[in-house]
């Protein structure tokens, strides 16, 4: 038996996510905003165990307290693996860095870098010594590795997702049995996120045709071919070897 941490399951990517791994018959403890009454009658009909549980991320004071839940919860004994999936994130503030709310660049930032480094902190500490098979995929994306005009925070956020990934996996390689990290870009996938790109305000995203035109002529990955991908990344022998990857070029 597997257990599985995902964060931002209620919707998109990570509800898509968390479906995959409730059709493998494994647990998911899903950290969202919101419950998704579909994922519970989807364990419901297979067998597998679904725990909803309702968080603000960029709460940073909380995180530990639900990582204590959820690892009260878990018998790590009597476990194959645990895996944690920081998929939770957004994109906005949208425009000229200059222009942009200074309380939504710090949110982008709270939920994007900080919220992930925490959770990530806390599964290491917890799973430190248990003799299983331990992963985290950061979900990232190739706007931390490329300059996009007017998502200044969303890849300055990303980046930062990716380079302290390489830091932890590093410090991993050090120890008996360590957790294994790896930050990936699941391609241009068919979220709400995607949507709302598109109907930005016109200028102030450059790109932003680029995207529509995506949608248009069918070239999006669908939430559900995306999440097919990254789990079977995330449960590949080869899992840890390169700790940034692009799920386009595998």
């Not at 919707?11 to 009454?37: H, P, Y």
């Not at 290491?124 to 998502?151: D, H, L, Q």
């Not at 049995?177 to 305000?201: C, F, Y």
Request: glycine share 8%; hydrophobic share 40%; charged share 25%.
């Amino acid at each position: 038996m597997k257990a599985f941490i995902v964060t931002g399951a209620s919707k998109g990517l990570g509800e898509a996510i968390a479906s995959r791994i409730i059709m493998q018959g494994d647990t998911v403890f899903s950290l969202s905003r919101s419950r998704n009454a579909g994922l519970e009658e989807q364990a419901k009909k297979t067998g597998a165990n679904i725990r909803q549980i309702r968080a603000d991320l960029t709460d940073h004071e909380s995180v530990h307290s639900l990582m204590s839940s959820i690892f009260s919860e878990i018998a790590l004994d009597e476990l194959d693996g645990i895996y944690l999936i920081n998929n939770a994130g957004m994109v906005g503030p949208v425009g000229p860095v200059q222009e942009n709310d200074h309380l939504e660049t710090a949110k982008n930032l709270a939920l994007n870098l900080t919220a992930p480094i925490l959770l990530c902190s806390e599964f290491i500490k917890r799973t430190e010594g248990v003799p299983i098979e331990k992963r985290i995929m950061n979900i990232s994306s190739g706007a931390a590795r490329k300059p996009y005009e007017g998502w200044s925070s969303y890849c300055a956020s990303k980046a930062g997702l990716d380079h302290f990934t390489r830091c932890a996996a590093e410090e991993q390689k050090r120890i008996s049995n360590g957790v294994k990290l790896v930050s990936i870009a699941p391609g241009v996938v068919d979220t709400s996120m995607q949507e709302h790109i598109r109907g930005l305000k016109e200028g102030l995203f450059p790109q932003q045709n680029r995207f529509v035109q995506l949608k248009e002529q069918g070239k999006l990955y669908s939430p559900a071919l995306a999440a097919e991908k990254l789990m079977k990344e995330l449960l590949h022998d080869s899992f840890g070897r390169e700790p940034v990857m692009d799920i386009r070029d595998q």
